[in-house]
């Protein structure tokens, strides 16, 4: 099994950045990909970003495209979603996962934090 932790979260204004972390322990050698999702109340929870964890590559949802960026630490086993020029609707609760198949296939994520708030202020 793979457990995944957030933090990060956080009140900010509208313009302003946060950075959310997640560290994952347990099998990490299982991890292929790691991502951020994010949910508001009402709404499913949709794909913000991901990295592969044996490449370089990097996802992002178009809503969020030049203003989050994702990277990671392979040594500690954490990833990182640094977010600028926040939007109120970027409000939500975003979750970390992590999964053992590519890390663009999104229905492959089957290990989940349990979610941090961020919420971001006009």
């Known amino acids: 099994q793979v457990q995944v932790v957030e933090s990060g979260g956080g009140f900010v204004q509208a313009g302003g950045s946060l950075r959310l972390s997640c560290a994952a322990s347990g099998r990490t050698f299982s991890i292929y990909g790691m991502g951020w999702f994010r949910q508001t109340p009402g709404k499913e929870r949709e794909f913000v970003s991901a990295?592969?964890?044996?490449?370089?590559?990097?996802y992002y949802a178009d809503s969020v495209k030049g203003r989050f960026s994702i990277s990671r630490d392979k040594d500690k086993n954490t990833v990182y979603l640094q977010m600028n020029s926040l939007k109120t609707e970027d409000t939500a609760v975003y979750y970390c996962?992590?999964?053992?198949?590519?890390?663009?296939?999104?229905?492959?994520?089957?290990?989940w934090g349990q979610g941090t708030q961020v919420t971001v202020s006009p």
């Open positions: 996962a992590a999964t053992r198949y590519d890390a663009d296939y999104i229905r492959g994520y089957g290990y």
């Open positions: 990295i592969s964890w044996l490449d370089p590559n990097t």
